[in-house]
């Protein structure tokens, strides 16, 4: 709706409060319609008209995002990294549908349900495949090396190195993971309830996922952050690091450990910055922040890059 700017601002709050009450009132009805798109479309096409299109045809809606505006991976455009991005991305979904690479976090779903969930997990996964990129176009090392703290089944270490072969860019990877559960005293009494999550993982699931790789050019180090750091094989190096440790603990111990190891012109991805139930973590990276020269740039993902 618009407001002639010299509006009675007490009488824009009001309406402000009453379409926000509306919204909420859609919302909870929901199991009462049998479709609730159309209601919802009712809502936009009355306070936001010029927003109908992303209710009834959004062209990318998944973890937490919808969105009218054309994805990169999408309409066969001529940004070479966007068709490389597609080609991996299509390599990816091939390869869990012959079940050459098996995601044990979504075990129980069916095979469709399962292809759906990765659609809607391509904007996260053209963020880590176009930050890779950034990185070894950006850094001088003859060798790329990347570090991912966090990396379960191998889902987003598999976008990144893939970046680099596409880029015809020699490669190391080290990855550092428990796969194991969640340990309650690197968990701050908000995180507590996540004790123990993750227990099914499985290291060898992981080597076999990414066999597709050079073995030679992928360590696995295997522990808990930050004890793991003191027994792993460490890069003196890194262009990249991706960190999903589900804890504001790990996360600050591993940006410790890693940060004057990154060359000039790498990148820091984090999965976990602005998700439900992760605030604490978002803080956490923001008063680290503080004292460091690197920008942070908060993404619409929840991600955010350094």
Not at 176 to 190: F, I
Not at 196 to 208: D, P
Request: proline share 4%; aromatic share 14%; glycine share 6%.
């Amino acid at each position: 709706m618009y407001l002639p700017r010299n509006s009675n601002p007490q009488k824009k709050i009001e309406i402000m409060k009453f379409k926000i009450k509306l919204a909420k009132l859609v919302q909870k009805s929901k199991p009462l319609w049998a479709t609730y798109s159309f209601f919802r479309a009712i809502y936009l096409f009355v306070f936001r008209p010029n927003r109908i299109k992303t209710v009834i045809d959004p062209a990318f809606h998944g973890w937490g995002l919808t969105s009218i505006t054309s994805p990169p991976w999408d309409g066969g455009g001529t940004n070479l990294l966007a068709q490389n991005f597609s080609r991996a991305d299509a390599l990816l979904k091939t390869l869990v549908q012959e079940k050459k690479f098996v995601l044990s976090q979504f075990k129980h779903m069916s095979a469709a349900d399962e292809m759906k969930f990765l659609g809607e997990l391509n904007w996260r996964h053209y963020m880590v495949y176009w930050s890779s990129a950034y990185a070894v176009k950006n850094t001088e090392s003859a060798i790329k090396n990347f570090a991912e703290c966090g990396v379960c089944d191998g889902l987003t270490i598999f976008y990144a190195i893939t970046a680099a072969k596409d880029l015809n860019q020699q490669y190391a990877a080290y990855l550092y993971d428990a796969w194991d559960g969640l340990r309650e005293d690197l968990l701050l009494d908000s995180e507590k309830y996540s004790a123990g999550n993750y227990a099914y993982l499985n290291v060898a699931s992981t080597q076999k996922n990414l066999r597709i790789f050079d073995a030679n050019n992928l360590f696995f180090n295997k522990g808990y952050i930050p004890e793991s750091f003191d027994a792993a094989n460490n890069p003196s190096k890194i262009v990249w690091l991706h960190i999903d440790l589900n804890g504001a603990l790990p996360t600050v111990f591993a940006l410790n450990f890693f940060w004057d190891r990154l060359e000039e012109g790498g990148l820091i991805l984090f999965d976990d910055y602005a998700h439900p139930g992760f605030k604490d973590t978002q803080n956490a990276v923001d008063e680290w922040m503080q004292s460091k020269k690197g920008t942070l740039l908060h993404l619409p993902t929840g991600q955010a890059i350094i």
